[in-house]
């Protein structure tokens, strides 16, 4: 259970990690404006929600082990 | 299929996904070259097209498993139907909100209902009714047996899906990997999208083996209680 939770928390902040990455990418592009920042910002909301979904769904199961581990211990 | 061997499948699925999603996100955004004409924005499509084929492949699982479940009625196989029903709502949901924050940026608009877009959110709206009919029958048993024709039906929507851009005129991209003539994509493309869905696959693979193994020790756990209950005994 916590190394499910401990997974997921890694996840999340890899995915930080990818906006970041996003971000060195569309300001270091040549030409980089206002145009090209918005693009990022698009790319980074949709890596960031597929992530934070499967996020949701990995810990939408931890919890349901969790009930089943208390259970048990009953 | 015991516990532990679901365990242990999920173990390595999950660490082999996240390794795999570490590499596709650095090919994605420091190693594949940029799109000539959408620039950036293109790199959605790495985890766009990946989500979609995942998706299909969870409810290629459902029906699959759900068909079996109506003909021989053993009960793993609608715990497998639900759990990988669950995984392909949420990657249709991934497809479904990646693919407006690119169309706004290619297209001009976040969402125009031409047949591929529209199908694809009927599928969404199909498995959501899986759980709607399950949850809504008072006999457990005859839920979950409506619910696999459900699961059944929503599938043939998948093919219909994939050939909508090429029987329809379409504002939606036609295939670029699954051609005739062979994949049109840069080489470098190629190797990201195939890494990147490796990596959804086996993430998904993990998630549902672990959702999968909950749901069969509950409903063991339930039976078991039941059975003490009625004092009939335990079933082992």
Redesign the interface.
Same mark, same amino acid.
Do not use: M, N
């Given at each position: 259970m916590t190394r #499910?939770v401990a +997974?997921g928390l890694?996840?999340f902040v890899?995915m930080l990690l #990818?906006g970041g990455?996003?971000e060195?990418? *569309?300001q270091t592009?040549p030409g980089a404006s206002a145009a +090209?920042m =918005? &693009?990022?910002w &698009?790319?980074f909301? *949709?890596?960031a929600? *597929?992530w934070l979904? $499967?996020l949701?769904?990995?810990f939408s #199961?931890a919890r =349901? $082990?969790g009930r089943?581990e208390r259970?048990?211990d009953r | 299929m015991s516990l532990k061997t679901i365990r242990w499948g999920a173990g390595i699925a999950g660490v082999l996904g996240v390794g795999l999603a570490l590499l596709f996100h650095w090919q994605v955004f420091f190693w594949v070259p940029t799109e000539a004409s959408m620039g950036i924005v293109q790199r959605i499509f790495y985890v766009h097209v990946p989500a979609a084929w995942v998706g299909f492949f969870a409810f290629f699982i459902v029906a699959l498993c759900s068909a079996v479940y109506l003909w021989l009625g053993e009960e793993r196989l609608d715990i497998a139907a639900v759990s990988a029903a669950e995984g392909g709502i949420l990657f249709t949901t991934i497809v479904l909100i990646s693919g407006p924050l690119w169309a706004k940026l290619a297209w001009g608009t976040w969402w125009t209902w031409e047949p591929r877009l529209t199908l694809t959110l009927l599928l969404w709206f199909i498995y959501v009714g899986y759980f709607l009919v399950r949850s809504s029958s008072e006999n457990e048993r005859t839920g979950r047996r409506l619910a696999a024709v459900v699961g059944i039906v929503g599938a043939l929507n998948i093919p219909l899906i994939h050939m909508s851009v090429l029987w329809f005129r379409s504002l939606h991209p036609q295939p670029v990997v699954l051609r005739t003539d062979g994949p049109s994509l840069h080489p470098d493309m190629l190797v990201t999208l195939m890494t990147a869905l490796a990596s959804f696959t086996l993430v998904f693979l993990a998630i549902f083996l672990v959702r999968y193994g909950a749901e069969r020790l509950e409903r063991e756990l339930r039976a078991h209680d039941s059975a003490r209950e009625s004092g009939k005994g335990v079933p082992v």
């Open positions: #499910v +997974s890694a996840l890899f #990818v990455a996003t060195a990418v *569309a592009a +090209s =918005r &693009h990022f &698009h790319v909301a *949709a890596y929600v *597929a979904l $499967i949701g769904w990995l #199961v =349901r $082990i089943l259970r048990l | -």
